[in-house]
């Protein structure tokens, strides 16, 4: 029963860190637009904020190419480094999420709450069911020996 408990108590710390983990940046692409000649850095958000590409520019196949940098991969494409689009066409965030006040971290943290009172019942409950077995168990019957 030990070994038991031990186990959901452990799942339950590792839900409740699953759940406080936040959303990384999304990586850095390389995108280039074919109409303006241009070339940068692309990076569509990470958890407060995302982005859309606008729809002249693409992604950049980084396997076709031996270039390490932003510069290189202009300099292949004879193109001129813009740097970040982002900041370059001054695009505006699609959504903003904010960690404590956003609709998603709200959502997040609430589905969160839920499993880990779910799990919190459900030991119990195991814990009850246990200890009503082992009791059974041990009390002696009071039939006579024949």
Do not use: H
């Not at 001129?80 to 997040?108: C, D, F, H, M, W």
Request: aromatic residues 14%.
């Amino acid at each position: 029963m030990k070994k038991f408990c031990l186990v959901i108590f452990a799942f339950s710390v590792w839900l409740g860190f699953a759940c406080s983990a936040f959303a990384a940046p999304a990586p850095t692409l390389f995108v280039y637009n074919d109409t303006t000649k241009e070339c940068g850095t692309f990076r569509d958000g990470d958890e407060y904020v995302s982005y859309n590409l606008p729809k002249a520019w693409q992604t950049y196949d980084y396997s076709k190419s031996t270039a390490k940098t932003t510069q290189e991969y202009c300099d292949e494409l004879g193109y001129k480094n813009i740097g970040s689009v982002v900041q370059y066409l001054n695009l505006q965030p699609e959504t903003i999420r904010t960690r404590l006040t956003g609709t998603s971290a709200k959502t997040s943290i609430l589905k969160c709450l839920a499993y880990i009172v779910l799990i919190i019942i459900f030991t119990v409950a195991v814990i009850i069911v246990i200890t009503i077995l082992a009791k059974r168990k041990r009390e002696p019957t009071n039939k006579p020996l024949s």
